[in-house]
């Protein structure tokens, strides 16, 4: 399945963040909407970054807490950024993920992010193709018996 098709049909909505947000604004946008990583935007959607609950652990083990109010997500954001594109397959994005050892994967188009994909977004639909798949095998094989 193309990527674009996943979007379409996914009720997914798109969070991103400013580059000047603080720490605490990221922190909350991610709990807020259950996710785990979300683009930094500029205006436009157009992303410079993407920052994840990883990063937000990392500062927060090697920075004083004092230091923590004044940092923004520019400060920790990720800038060299793996992305896919909508006429991507979501087998191909699993793939990206599982070379470069992360799970979430920015979906841009024209310079401008169309959504986020997550790693389990990719095994769900496998899971589903999966079982699909064998509910065909079983109805060819009872069509077969009878």
């Given at each position: 399945m193309k990527i674009g098709e996943f979007l379409k049909h996914s009720r997914q909505r798109l969070?991103?963040?400013r580059?000047?947000?603080?720490?605490?604004d990221v922190a909350k946008l991610l709990y807020a909407h259950g996710i785990g990583a979300m683009p930094v935007c500029e205006t436009g959607q157009h992303m410079i970054g993407?920052?994840?609950e990883r990063d937000?652990?990392?500062?927060?083990?090697?920075?004083?807490?004092g230091e923590l109010q004044y940092m923004r997500a520019r400060d920790v954001m990720t800038t060299r950024v793996v992305i896919c594109?909508?006429?991507?397959t979501m087998r191909g994005a699993q793939e990206l993920m599982r070379i470069n050892h992360f799970r979430?994967?920015?979906?841009?188009?024209?310079?401008?992010?169309?959504?986020?994909?997550?790693?389990?977004?990719?095994?769900a639909l496998r899971l589903q193709e999966s079982e699909d798949e064998m509910k065909v095998l079983r109805d060819v094989v009872?069509?077969?018996?009878h």
């Open positions: 969070v991103t963040c580059p000047d947000d603080t720490l605490a993407i920052i994840s937000l652990v990392r500062v927060f083990a090697r920075t004083d807490l594109g909508p006429d991507d979430h994967l920015p979906v841009v188009d024209g310079g401008h992010v169309q959504g986020m994909l997550s790693l389990r977004d990719t095994l009872v069509a077969a018996r």
